[in-house]
């Protein structure tokens, strides 16, 4: 079956970066869309960053030019590299793919990690 497993979160200071990682296994890796979300205490969750499977890819407003989504394929690892963080940048951040190949929109992903938390100081 799908497993995400997210790692790379910490407490970091305004300014720094920090660099997510997730390893993906139980399919077949570069075929599907993956994206990256978060969610802060009280808010609702919000997609960061997504992929597709021939690498477009797509960022909110509020992290573009700051945060980097990549992946490698033969390590079926998905990246997001935060550079300039804030402290509203502060979620649990969680690695997710889409349930069928060949979509790649908001509401097709439905495989979850269990996050990993990022918090950032001022």
């Known amino acids: 079956q799908v497993q995400l497993v997210e790692s790379g979160g910490g407490s970091v200071q305004a300014g720094g970066s920090l660099r997510l990682s997730c390893a993906a296994s139980g399919y077949t890796y570069s075929s599907a869309c993956m994206g990256w979300f978060r969610q802060a205490p009280g808010k609702e969750r919000e997609r960061v960053a997504r992929?597709?499977?021939?690498?477009?890819?797509s960022y909110a407003d509020s992290v573009k030019g700051r945060f980097t989504i990549s992946k490698d394929n033969a390590k079926n690892t998905l990246y997001l590299q935060m550079n300039s963080l804030k402290p509203e940048d502060t979620a649990m951040y969680y690695c997710?793919?889409?349930?069928?190949?060949?979509?790649?929109?908001?509401?097709?992903?439905?495989?979850w990690g269990q996050g990993t938390q990022v918090t950032v100081s001022s």
């Open positions: 997710a793919r889409v349930r069928w190949f060949g979509t790649c929109t908001d509401f097709d992903f439905a495989y």
């Open positions: 992929i597709d499977s021939d690498g477009t890819t």
